[in-house]
């Protein structure tokens, strides 16, 4: 390269360095953006959250939450966490998690955890035992008995507790009323409308029911049956005439009238196309089968003869993580955003309206403000109990799917299988 | 001479030295940087393996650097090991593995190789194109498309395989529920998910057979058949030897088809090996056992590539060839 | 910098034939019924081609034929599911392309304010570019699209470094793996085969291990943190892979060139390096690969903010909802670049010998 070269570029260089001290770039905003953010600033203020809130003193804190929602329900979840943040102090930080067990299993003990996640409260008493969660029952400024019984059990683990519910869930009856005139209450009439209705060579089934622990356990406890009572002896109660009894009728009164495969994907579809009389499913499907279309309705579980359907319900919370254990900034930014959180009652009925979710607010349940589908579910909730909590389940949850799994299938009957169940659980709990 | 001044005079010497360990320097830094990232959790499993660690236990330290040296969880020598050994699942396991792997490598190479012979084949217009579709399948994750051959197998009546043995008269399979049809299902799918991989390097592999060859044999008046026999197939050898055993490999450790299907097959029958190992670990929460029962998967199919490494030769440079 | 060069430049041609391809087929599809009609090919001839290209075609379409299930499944409105309870439809009734336009979100470039300050005065100059709409999917009814395009950055910048840094790394070993003799040769070959099953198969243990000394180092979170993960765990099998390709290159082209002069390191990158092109163009797409789909390991490190797609893909799902239609069109538009990756290095791939340069 000879000198000229050299100089010359030389002096493009210097040129550009010396106008980019000096040029600034900034982007436009986009014209439209301003319209919208004017029109949302008045909801804010709507509020009616009062009274009990009270605000907490201290310095300000920073937040993380993690969630899991669906892709509709995100927004609703960033817009509460937006109006947050506006009236406090503090700055709340929300992320949607997509396998949120594995991420706090791995994340909370390498301290990399958030404040706060929100769950079903069955982790209460393996997270406990794990050391992941903490007791903040001396800093709660809300008091634990404007939330019902259940809800407020669901979140304690010996003594300590470990979060705040805000919202119930379990399945109940979903029927398309094109083909169904009214819910049937006992489950003699629905296996009559189902006879009636069951056409698999022409693809019309009675019922799309997905199989599951958790969404059978309603049959499974309807005759006295248990899964694991603390109280009672024996502790493990799988094996048990009543639970072998409920899993019996289940498969014998169900299991006709449904497609051949079991699992959540073909049994929601059949209901949804509006190929099957009843579905038996929780408050996530309604949105499914509004995108559908079909007509339906939501009744609680029918009763068969001699019991009573207990499904198990979850209660989803707000969990208070080891991040909180000391009084930082950041744990008081964390508590208020929970606290505010679960007694909204604005934000409950908002959301029991838009995403069919079920308030634990005692003041709100049975309230003539819900929709139908979350009264329904409301009942259904009432029927039901909650999932035991304490870690012995985590141990039940396997060896029972596959015992129901293995009924359905035919390949075992209900008592041999629930026998060898609970015969692998008591190896496993040693 | 000092290998200082030897490495100077690399740059004018022949380069076929006697003694040229020099040579390592290529090959180390790979090696740092795997056993940097490696070492240290292979060497974490081959110690919980020795312990009892329950997630009770393991978590129970403060922070991090108790994770690392297994909380409070305890030593508990073989005792995982011959617990693995004497359960009779574990065996159960390991045939019906076995078996797998040898059904499905069968289905793979026959489907893999005939599929790369027809799209590199002169006569077929558009190969290219063909080509980078049929990578299609690697390229989405292997969760997704196995779901959606879950969709495919579905036992209900309206299952896609269901009516398309609808279509020809068959009644439907309950294809999941019963331990053959399973395992048949857990082959196709295999097969599908695979083939990218072999395809690929067959393809590259046939591209590399030197056209003279192929005259020449045609000169000599070889049909294609002989020609396939005698040409292509002996230069194709090593790197589809290769593939082959590392898609062995794989089916042996195929975790996510029988999990996703279910879960290992009616009453567990079909529970290859390392989903064994992960109901141990994930869903009884022993992590000393699991990690036992991936490591002795891991000696079983490091012995079987071994073995057949040594036979096919492979490690052999190429002036041995 | 002639390597890039030269590679730019068969880019620009691929780029250009692919363009006139069709004109091209066009145009031998007349020369060749010419030749029919006047009788210098045989029939037979054009015919054996015809049919062997529907063959072909028909066993592709065969085998592709779950992802064009997927494809349906992407096209019909919200809603679908793979199972369907009713008959199946080879093509969906409503077909709507508003899942893909969901997944590709807005396409606006916004409007700059660039400010030239004039040095030593209170003056600045100021122009604006305009503000370019190139698609805005609200038109279309789609609100909230989704995070496609950040998720994708995030995985271009961790699935390029991964394929920088283990062909730097997977080169070399090949190379000396192939035609060197050294000391522990035969221990590193027998012991990388057994370490291509690391990472695999050996599940929670591992994740937790992994995850529990990333954070000691401060490195978790970090996309190149990640990137040089894969590159580490991709060096067993992409050094074997290359080292069996390049024991296929005889060693008598090289003493052919030392006989010429050359000093051993022009040997390697003008002799062996072109001819196992096929070689490393397989290694480019694998590597490239692990980069973009892997999932267990990313998901576990990284934040939110520095997902990649494979991860973001997963999100979509809930635990009983999977939105078919936007997750099957999120998937088949991620699975995309890996087609254009491999439709690009076959270029290479088919390099093979210099000698009676096969067309592939």
């Not at chain 1, 939330?147 to 300590?160: L, P, S």
């Not at chain 1, 579980?301 to 930082?328: A, N, V």
Request: negative net charge; proline residues 5%; charged residues 15%.
């Amino acid at each position: 390269m000879d000198r000229r070269e050299a100089l010359k570029r030389l002096g493009v260089a210097g040129t550009v360095a010396g106008l980019a001290g000096c040029v600034g770039v900034q982007e436009q905003d986009d014209p439209t953006e301003g319209g919208g953010g004017s029109g949302g600033g008045s909801d804010g203020s709507d509020g009616s959250d009062d009274s009990d809130s009270t605000t907490t003193s201290g310095p300000a804190g920073e937040a993380k939450v993690w969630y899991t929602l669906a892709q509709a329900e995100r927004p609703a979840r960033e817009d509460a966490i937006e109006e947050f943040n506006d009236e406090s102090r503090h700055t709340i930080s929300g992320s949607n998690i997509s396998d949120m067990v594995k991420k706090t299993t791995s994340a909370i003990p390498a301290g990399q955890g958030p404040e706060t996640f929100d769950w079903a409260h069955d982790k209460v008493g393996d997270y406990s035992q794990r050391g992941f969660l903490t007791d903040r029952s001396d800093e709660l400024n809300v008091e634990l008995d404007q939330f019902t019984d259940a809800a407020a059990d669901a979140v304690q683990y010996k003594g300590d507790v470990v979060g705040l519910p805000h919202g119930a869930e379990t399945v109940g009856l979903v029927y398309n009323t094109d083909i169904v005139d009214e819910a049937p209450e006992t489950v003699d009439d629905m296996v009559a409308v189902m006879e009636d209705y069951h056409d698999p060579e022409n693809g019309k089934y009675g019922l799309g029911y997905p199989i599951n622990s958790y969404f059978v356990s309603a049959w499974l406890q309807a005759f006295g049956g248990y899964f694991l009572d603390l109280d009672a002896d024996p502790q493990l109660g799988v094996a048990e005439d009543e639970t072998v009894k409920g899993l019996e009728f289940l498969v014998n009164n169900f299991k006709p009238y449904m497609p051949k495969d079991f699992s959540y994907g073909p049994q929601a579809t059949a209901f949804a196309d509006g190929n099957a009389a009843f579905a038996i499913n929780g408050p996530w499907y309604l949105s499914t089968l509004n995108d559908k279309g079909v007509n339906y309705e939501v009744a609680k579980l029918p009763k068969p003869e001699g019991g009573s359907p207990r499904p198990f319900t979850g209660i989803s919370m707000w969990y208070f993580t080891k991040g909180m254990d000391e009084d930082t900034p950041a744990a008081t930014a964390g508590q208020d955003f929970v606290e505010w959180y679960v007694t909204d009652e604005e934000l409950a009925l908002q959301l029991a309206n838009d995403k069919g979710l079920i308030p634990v607010l005692d003041n709100l349940v049975g309230s003539d403000e819900l929709p139908d589908s979350v009264q329904a579910f409301s009942q259904a909730v009432g029927q039901g109990i909650p999932m035991p909590s304490d870690p012995k389940m985590a141990k039940i949850w396997p060896s029972m799917k596959t015992a129901i799994i293995e009924s359905f299938n035919g390949n075992t009957e209900p008592e041999s299988a629930l026998q060898t169940a609970a015969e692998e659980i008591r190896d496993n709990w040693d | 001479m000092n290998t200082f001044s030897r490495v100077a005079r690399r740059l004018e010497t022949i380069p076929y030295l006697e003694k040229s360990d020099l040579s390592l320097l290529f090959v180390l830094p790979g090696l740092f940087v795997f056993s940097a990232f490696m070492l240290f959790p292979v060497l974490y499993i081959v110690g919980i393996s020795f312990t009892n660690a329950q997630p009770a236990n393991l978590f129970a330290g403060e922070g991090v650097v108790a994770i690392l040296t297994f909380g409070e969880a305890s030593y508990v020598g073989l005792e995982n090991y011959i617990g693995v050994l004497t359960d009779p699942r574990f065996w159960n396991s390991f045939g019906v593995t076995w078996l797998y792997v040898a059904t499905s490598v069968v289905m793979k190479l026959v489907f893999s190789i005939g599929m790369a012979l027809v799209v590199t084949s002169d006569r077929v217009r558009g190969r290219r194109l063909m080509r980078s579709f049929i990578i299609l399948p690697m390229g989405l994750p292997a969760i997704f498309t196995i779901t959606v051959w879950r969709g495919i197998f579905s036992s209900a009546n309206f299952g896609l395989a269901n009516q398309l043995l609808g279509a020809f008269g068959i009644t439907t399979v309950s294809w999941l529920t019963e331990r053959w049809p399973a395992f048949f299902a857990y082959n196709v799918t295999e097969a599908w998910l695979a083939y990218p991989f072999m395809v690929i390097i067959t393809v590259s592999a046939l591209q590399d057979v030197s056209e003279e060859l192929h005259e020449a044999a045609k000169v000599d008046g070889a049909g294609h058949l002989a020609r396939f026999r005698h040409v292509t197939l002996p230069s194709i050898k090593r790197p589809v030897l290769f593939a082959t055993i590392l898609t062995s490999a794989a089916s042996f450790q195929q975790f996510l088809i029988p999990f996703v299907f279910n879960t290992g097959g009616p009453a567990r029958q079909n529970e290859l090996l390392i989903l064994y190992g992960y109901q141990e670990a994930f869903s009884f929460s022993d992590y000393g056992r699991g990690a036992a029962i991936s490591l002795i998967a891991v000696a079983f199919i490091g012995t079987f590539m071994w073995i057949n490494v040594k036979r096919g030769k492979l490690a052999d440079g190429v002036k041995e060839a | 910098m002639s390597l890039i060069r030269s590679i730019l430049t068969r880019t620009k041609e691929d780029a250009v034939r692919v363009a006139t391809s069709p004109i091209e087929s066009a145009r031998v599809a007349k020369y060749t019924a010419e030749g029919v009609l006047s009788g210098d090919i045989p029939p037979r001839e054009p015919l054996k081609t015809v049919g062997a290209t529907l063959g072909a075609l028909a066993l592709v379409l065969v085998v592709l034929f779950p992802i064009y299930w997927i494809f349906t499944a992407a096209i019909s409105s919200t809603g679908g599911s793979i199972y369907s309870s009713g008959d199946f439809q080879l093509f969906p009734s409503n077909p709507s392309m508003q899942s893909f336009l969901w997944v590709v979100g807005d396409l606006i470039v916004p409007g700059y304010a660039i400010s030239l300050n004039l040095p030593l005065s209170d003056l600045a100059v100021v122009f604006t570019t305009p503000r370019v709409e190139l698609l805005d999917v609200a038109d279309y009814g789609v609100t909230n699209p989704s995070n496609f395009k950040h998720f994708l950055w995030n995985s271009l910048t961790v699935a390029i470094p991964t394929v920088i840094l283990a062909m730097c790394l997977v080169v070399p070993a090949a190379y000396a793996l192939s035609r060197r003799e050294f000391i522990f040769r035969r221990k590193i070959l027998f012991g990388y085969i057994l370490l291509t099953q690391v990472g695999g198969g050996l599940g929670i243990a591992l994740l937790i291990g992994l995850y529990a000394i990333y954070v000691q180092f401060g490195l978790n979170d970090s996309k190149l943190a990640l990137a040089v993960y894969y590159a580490a765990t991709a060096v067993p099998f992409n050094t074997w892979l290359l080292k069996t390709y390049m024991d296929g290159i005889p060693v008598s082209y090289e003493e052919a060139a030392v006989v010429d002069g050359a000093p051993p390191w022009r040997v390697v990158t003008e002799v062996v390096l072109p001819l196992s092109t096929a070689g490393l163009a397989t290694v480019f797409v694998f590597t490239f690969l692990t980069g973009w789909t892997e999932f267990v390991v990313a998901q576990t490190l990284l934040g939110t903010e520095n997902y990649t797609l494979p991860v973001g893909l997963y999100a979509l799902i809930d635990e009983y909802t999977i939105p078919w239609a936007r997750f099957s069109a999120f998937a088949l538009t991620f699975a995309t670049p890996i087609m254009l990756v491999y439709l690009f290095a076959q270029r290479y791939i088919e390099g093979g010998l210099s000698f009676g340069g096969i067309e592939g």
